[in-house]
């Protein structure tokens, strides 16, 4: 069994910079793959960073550059550093967990989710 818990979220203006965090708790010593998704209201939750077993990271065409996708494996802390944001990246955050890989870019193969954080770019 797993448990994400996302924060990090908040209000900022374009150009600003966030950091995500999701706090993974598991039952478990198991790896999985692991992955940050975003969803607008009314919209399907759209994949952005992802993180194979190996620690190898793939990043959504969208936030290549801007987004990095990182761990502290001390602590199961993973991290979303997002710089130069937008008001596009206006959506909410979840950090999801799958037990197979490599890493899908398609939500319906992750098992495991947090609640979500809320990230707000204001122009």
């Known amino acids: 069994q797993v448990q994400l818990v996302e924060s990090g979220g908040g209000s900022v203006q374009a150009g600003g910079s966030l950091r995500l965090s999701c706090a993974l708790t598991r039952t478990a010593n198991r790896r999985y793959c692991m992955a940050w998704f975003r969803q607008v209201a009314g919209k399907e939750r759209e994949g952005v960073a992802f993180m194979n077993t190996d620690g190898t990271t793939s990043y959504a065409d969208s936030v290549k550059g801007r987004f990095t996708f990182s761990q502290d494996n001390a602590k199961n802390v993973l991290f979303l550093q997002m710089n130069s944001l937008e008001p596009e990246d206006t959506a909410m955050y979840y950090c999801?967990?799958?037990?197979?890989?490599?890493?899908?870019?398609?939500?319906?193969?992750?098992?495991?989710w947090g609640q979500g954080t809320r990230v707000t770019v204001s122009s």
């Open positions: 999801a967990a799958a037990r197979t890989w490599p890493c899908s870019v398609w939500e319906y193969e992750y098992d495991y």
